[in-house]
Nanobody, 121 residues
Framework: QVQLVESGGGLVQPGGSLRLSCAAS????????MAWYRQAPGKQREWVAS???????NYADSVKGRFTISRENDKNTGYLQMNNLNPEDTAVYYC???????????????WGQGTQVTVSS
């Protein structure tokens, strides 16, 4: 059984920083793509950033220059470093990973449980 466990959310003042982590555990072959999404109250879930294996990182315009996505493949863990946070960044942040289940077994998408990020003075 595969699990994605997020951590690192919390309350931070405007201009502050947080680092989110997403650890994948269970039985799978490799992580193809990792991404972060967020959902603010009353709004739809939106894509924030993604990092494919060996590929180019991509960011939503709203976070470009402030957020950095990264991954440590040997730890099956992804990160989202968030700097210069503002109240508009307040949301539940979700990790998504597309996992290869092995040669000939295809891939599956998994979601973490979400972690709350609140930016407020």
């Amino acid at each position: 059984q595969v699990q994605l466990v997020e951590s690192g959310g919390g309350l931070v003042q405007p201009g502050g920083s947080l680092r989110l982590s997403c650890a994948a555990s269970g039985t799978f072959f490799s992580i193809n793509n990792m991404a972060w999404y967020r959902q603010a109250p009353g709004k739809q879930r939106e894509w924030v950033a993604s990092i494919p294996v060996g590929g180019t990182r991509n960011y939503a315009d709203s976070v470009k220059g402030r957020f950095t996505i990264s991954r440590e493949n040997d730890k099956n863990t992804g990160y989202l470093q968030m700097n210069n946070l503002n109240p508009e960044d307040t949301a539940v942040y979700y990790c998504n990973a597309v996992l290869s289940m092995g040669p000939g077994w295809g891939s599956q998408s998994y979601w973490g449980q979400g972690t709350q990020v609140t930016v407020s003075s």
